[in-house]
């Protein structure tokens, strides 16, 4: 089983769709969480942490349910730009600080 | 947010060279950096570990005479891919640490780097 699943997609919604992404970890004792967004053949780019206590950043909420171990990340209106990867990513410790990275979910958003 | 920066960003060399890849924090001290590599499809797939002033740590199967890592300051590491063979083709991406306080304590987030993509022929 991998440290960190993810639903690979491809997600096509039109524009102003509300979409929503999940996110399993395996190791109970991870300790931070963040979802980052990757463009085609570009870095990653932090798009949020996320907390026990859920938050929102305008258009993007991401929530953390640490006992069933998943995150998950709802985007509302979706705009055309939202089109990437969204890579949830787990932080924790065995011996030394590791993130790991799923494999990300691609959403693609239509005119 | 924090800057990274890396160089260059892209390469393309003869098998058997090496390629010397730079990876730079530009506005902040990162006592951590992050070496990453990512095939075409694929998620980002953790390298090597690099504290300031000490070995870095590699990950299981990256083997550590072939991914030289030196991180000699506060704000500078390179990865050297030593012998480079067409199979070390892939994108290389740095990130490095910077802590901040946020709800519920302090955290630690990674600025990546633009990467680098390295072709070897």
């Known amino acids: 089983r991998k440290e960190v699943e993810q639903d690979p997609g491809p997600f096509n919604v039109p524009e102003g769709a509300t979409v929503a992404f999940n996110c399993t970890y395996s190791?109970?004792?991870?300790?931070?969480f963040f979802w980052y967004r990757q463009d085609c053949r570009k870095e990653p780019k932090l798009l949020m942490s996320?907390?026990?206590s859920g938050n929102e950043d305008g258009r993007f909420t991401a929530q953390l349910n640490r006992a069933s171990q998943y995150i998950s990340l709802l985007i509302r209106d979706s705009k055309l730009s939202d089109s990437a990867t969204y890579l949830c990513?787990?932080?924790?410790?065995?011996?030394?600080?590791?993130?790991?990275f799923g494999t990300g979910t691609r959403l693609k958003v239509l005119a | 947010g924090a800057v990274v920066s890396q160089h260059p960003s892209w390469v393309i060399c003869k098998s058997g060279t090496s390629v010397k890849i730079e990876c730079r924090s530009l506005d902040f001290q990162a006592t951590t950096m992050f070496w990453y590599r990512q095939f075409p499809k694929q998620s980002l797939m953790l390298m090597a570990t690099s504290n300031e002033g000490s070995k870095a740590t590699y990950e299981q199967g990256v083997e550590k005479d072939k991914f030289l890592i030196n991180h000699a300051s506060l704000t500078l590491s390179t990865l050297t891919v030593t012998s480079a063979h067409p199979e070390d083709s892939s994108f290389y991406i740095c990130?490095?640490?910077?802590?901040?306080?946020?709800?519920?304590?302090?955290?630690?987030?990674?600025?990546f780097g633009p990467g680098t993509r390295l072709t070897v022929l």
């Open positions: 190791n109970s004792a991870s300790q931070s």
């Open positions: 990513v787990v932080r924790g410790f065995s011996g030394t600080y590791k993130y790991i």
């Open positions: 996320v907390y026990s």
């Open positions: 990130s490095a640490s910077s802590r901040s306080r946020a709800s519920g304590g302090a955290t630690d987030t990674q600025y």
